[in-house]
Nanobody, 118 residues
Framework: QVQLVESGGGLVQPGGSLRLSCAASGTIFNSNTIDWYRQAPGKEREFVARISSGGGTFVTASVKGRFTLSRDNAKNTVYLQMNSLKPEDTAVYYC????????????WGQGTQVTVSS
């Protein structure tokens, strides 16, 4: 069983920063593209950002220029650096791998709560 653990969330003021971590147990995901998703209250889970096995990244337009991704394969960990946070970034953030058909590859972790509020 693969276990995904997201961490690093918290309460932050608008304009602040957080660094989220996605760590996996039960698998080595060096060869996997890893996606970040978020789910705001009353909303569906939405795609936010992606990092490939080679380190290439893609982020959705709403976070472009504010969020960046990196990975440390030795630690089996992917990071999401979140800067210039806005209240609309408030959500539970999740990570997972994605199949070619667009489905989640592994069971979802617990997510990490990000709250941006003054």
């Amino acid at each position: 069983q693969v276990q995904l653990v997201e961490s690093g969330g918290g309460l932050v003021q608008p304009g602040g920063s957080l660094r989220l971590s996605c760590a996996a147990s039960g698998t080595i995901f060096n060869s996997n593209t890893i996606d970040w998703y978020r789910q705001a209250p009353g909303k569906e889970r939405e795609f936010v950002a992606r990092i490939s096995s080679g380190g290439g990244t893609f982020v959705t337009a709403s976070v472009k220029g504010r969020f960046t991704l990196s990975r440390d394969n030795a630690k089996n960990t992917v990071y999401l650096q979140m800067n210039s946070l806005k209240p609309e970034d408030t959500a539970v953030y999740y990570c997972n791998a994605r199949t070619l058909s667009g489905t989640a590859l592994w069971p979802w972790g617990q997510g990490t709560q990000v709250t941006v509020s003054s």
